[in-house]
């Protein structure tokens, strides 16, 4: 098993442009969130999917954020007219269920300029 | 106030020393985990406890559900602990809230 990886590592983009990240999280873990992070803080809850279905989402995730796991595999996270605000380390984890440990991917860094 | 506190925020050390990093939390949790980021972002997850106290090579991990703390210790530091260590917590929630919360982060540096 090769882990929770995440594409791309980094991102650089222009204000107002549309991103998708993606994750592939370890196989079998059904359980997969979302977690965003900047700089000096600890990361910050944005969603969650159990499976195909999306269980949660943070008041965090404003209507320019999409996050989709279609077949209860591997998911994307799309930031659309990205603001400077938006520039963050997103970071992927996978749990096979909630008792369970979280093993996170390496995030990607978005910079919006 | 955050639901989540560590302290120190910051930690330098000597090669050898034992290293204490504590977490406070303010809520109900049904369990508490401690991860480790190394710089470029990369989180990895040391310990989950819901209960009592776990040991992995040179790491301890304590919790008091009691007295909502737990504690990370590092025996023998080296170098190559340095990291920043991150308390998080998955809450205690009726309505089945799977997110964890987590601390701001400790950050070590263990000097030669």
């Known amino acids: 098993d090769t882990g929770v990886s995440q594409d791309p590592r980094h991102k650089i983009t222009k204000r107002g442009q549309n991103v998708t990240f993606r994750c592939d999280p370890i196989?079998?873990?059904?359980?997969l969130y979302w977690y965003r992070q900047t700089l000096g803080q600890g990361p910050e809850f944005l969603t969650y999917?159990?499976?195909?279905?999306?269980?949660?989402k943070s008041r965090l995730l404003s209507d320019r954020f999409s996050a989709e796991r279609p077949k209860g595999s591997f998911s994307t996270l799309e930031i659309q007219r990205t603001e400077q605000g938006d520039s963050a380390m997103y970071l992927c984890?996978?749990?096979?269920?909630?008792?369970?440990?979280?093993?996170f991917g390496q995030g990607t860094r978005l910079t919006v300029v | 106030k955050n639901e989540v506190e560590q302290s120190p925020q910051n930690l330098t050390a000597q090669e050898g020393e034992f290293i204490t990093i504590n977490c406070s939390y303010s809520?109900?949790?049904?369990?508490l985990h401690w991860l480790q980021q190394h710089p470029g972002g990369g989180i990895v997850s040391l310990f989950m406890?819901?209960?009592g106290k776990k040991k992995h090579g040179r790491l301890i991990a304590t919790i008091n559900i009691q007295e909502k703390h737990s504690s990370l210790h590092i025996t023998a530091s080296h170098p190559r602990d340095s990291a920043v260590y991150i308390c998080?917590?998955?809450?205690?929630?009726?309505?089945?809230?799977?997110?964890?919360?987590f601390g701001k982060g400790t950050k070590l540096t263990v000097n030669p």
């Open positions: 999917f159990q499976n195909e279905a999306q269980l949660e």
């Open positions: 984890a996978s749990s096979k269920t909630v008792n369970t440990e979280a093993f």
């Open positions: 196989s079998e873990h059904n359980r």
């Open positions: 406890l819901s209960s």
């Open positions: 998080a917590v998955r809450l205690h929630s009726q309505g089945g809230s799977e997110k964890l919360v």
């Open positions: 809520v109900g949790i049904s369990a």
